[in-house]
């Protein structure tokens, strides 16, 4: 008679495997040659599959430079509110990424990725 039970070991090892998997992120960034060639438009109809599909969409900053076709695809998906920078004599918003850890979306957007970020935030660029 053959045992024909799985080794307890290689469950294990498998199951931990899943497991971190699971708990990593993944991170997809659209390029394009040149401003205007749909990059922001690409990002928006995913999320909107996204969300679709039933997924945590986060808009954390997204440009639609007057684009209407563009504006249009923010429709449905939840803002996240900007954080005001005092700069000089101006208030600028940022990207509030202290507010978008804390609300662990499963997607975040994040467009204009090398934008420089006001003097006194975390980090000098958005990337």
Do not use: C
Request: charged share 25%; hydrophobic share 45%.
């Amino acid at each position: 008679m053959s045992d024909a039970r799985p080794d307890p070991d290689a469950l294990l090892a498998q199951m931990q495997g899943q497991q971190a998997a699971a708990g990593r992120g993944k991170l997809r960034i659209y390029f394009g040659a040149s401003a205007g060639v749909g990059k922001t438009w690409a990002m928006l109809s995913a999320a909107q599959r996204e969300r679709a599909a039933g997924r945590d969409v986060l808009v954390g900053v997204v440009e639609t430079h007057g684009r209407s076709e563009t504006a249009a695809l923010l429709s449905g998906l939840e803002r996240l509110a900007p954080r005001a920078v005092a700069y000089r004599d101006r208030t600028l918003p940022e990207f509030d990424l202290d507010a978008a850890l804390a609300r662990k979306p499963e997607v975040l957007l994040v467009d204009e990725l090398a934008h420089t970020n006001a003097p006194g935030s975390r980090h000098a660029k958005r990337w």
